[in-house]
């Protein structure tokens, strides 16, 4: 499926490039691939050029701000091919990071880069830490997630899976496991699956010979993962809250592998797991993941961007692969980054 479709990339400063990494050039194919920019019902991006349908992967949001100019009658911000949107002050959205994000009016996000907020801020009549003003208005821009604390309890998740609910699912391990882990050629080790669910992740591992610990909050998930694969004498279950193991697994692993567990939990909780990750690991260890990079405030599942996830992981791992996936499940295709990162030294 993957081959008869198209992928194109945003990057970090909003230029497009085609799946072979050439910068698109031609005016008019800029202005088709940007006019035709749209969300999908999955928050696939998805846009038409040359009368195909082209998948985009964006490295931050799929327009990048880089004028902002305010009046009493319309609003617009400009990109780097000087294209430009209009948006409400309303839609403006914060970061932890605290940069500015909204929507276009025609519902494509966006987010301003540094000189674009400079602009921004000197064109307002007021603002602070939590508020700020124009035309006789105030506004108070949200945080960027819409959460609440549901996806920290164990209730939430094992009636999810009590409801037939665990939409994550896909009845066997993940292609990017599939396809990755006989090119990584790792010796025997001992591989962590944080919020296993089922199993199938782990199992995939267990069967090529690792010594896997699948951990899960739902105990509804820890029986069904040992009714599948309760035979395989290499993985072993351990029912319990991802951030409250026993220190005494703490520099034990060799490898941590991470499929729905980052885009499942609070959001505000991010730092906290990646923090996790890095003291489980030992100082030499690998954190192997597939991300969801969608833009999507609700959840589970929480969507992310690769902006977010370099910010976040810069600190604590080094980057050895770092890819978009592009042999997923259709419904995936496009929303899915592939890792592979060693734990930097203390």
């Known amino acids: ?64 701000a880089k004028q902002i100019h305010l009046s009493k009658h319309s609003n617009n911000l400009t990109n780097a091919y000087d294209l430009s949107w209009n948006f409400e002050l309303s839609s403006l959205i914060l970061d932890e990071w605290d940069r500015f994000h909204g929507l276009t009016t025609s519902g494509i996000p966006f987010v301003m880069d540094s000189k674009a907020q400079d602009q921004f801020f000197d064109q307002l009549d007021h603002f602070d830490d939590d508020s700020f003003s124009y035309d006789n208005s105030t506004y108070l821009p949200e945080p960027f997630w819409i959460t609440d604390s549901s996806p920290n309890q164990e209730s939430y998740w094992t009636q999810k899976y009590q409801n037939q609910e665990a939409g994550w699912d896909l009845g066997d391990s993940a292609m990017g496991l599939k396809v990755l882990l006989p090119k990584l050629k790792l010796p025997s080790s001992r591989i962590l699956v944080l919020g296993g669910g089922h199993g199938h992740d782990a199992a995939h591992f267990a069967q090529q010979g690792h010594h896997v610990t699948l951990v899960d909050i739902s ?78 405030r609700m959840g589970p599942p929480f969507g992310g961007s690769e902006w977010e996830l370099n910010r976040r992981l810069q600190s604590h791992f080094q980057p050895l692969i770092w890819q978009r996936f592009r042999q997923s499940i259709k419904p995936r295709l496009g929303r899915e980054l592939l890792i592979y990162m060693q734990r930097k030294s203390d």
């Open 219 to 296: 105990p509804e998930a820890i029986k069904r993962a040992k009714t599948s694969y309760g035979h395989l004498a290499q993985l072993h279950f351990i029912e319990g809250d991802i951030f409250q193991l026993p220190h005494t697994m703490y520099n034990q692993y060799d490898l941590i592998f991470e499929h729905t567990c980052y885009c499942a939990i609070d959001p505000t909780r991010r730092n906290e797991l990646v923090r996790q990750w890095r003291r489980l690991l030992h100082s030499n260890g690998t954190l192997l993941g597939l991300f969801f990079t969608m833009p999507k």
């Open 1 to 64: 499926m993957s081959e008869s479709l198209n992928f194109y990339s945003i990057d970090a400063k909003g230029m497009v490039f085609d799946q072979n990494q050439h910068p698109l050039q031609e005016p008019e194919s800029i202005q088709s691939f940007f006019n035709f920019l749209q969300i999908g019902d999955a928050f696939q991006i998805t846009t038409r050029l040359h009368d195909q349908t082209i998948l985009v992967e964006a490295y931050d949001a799929p327009l990048i």
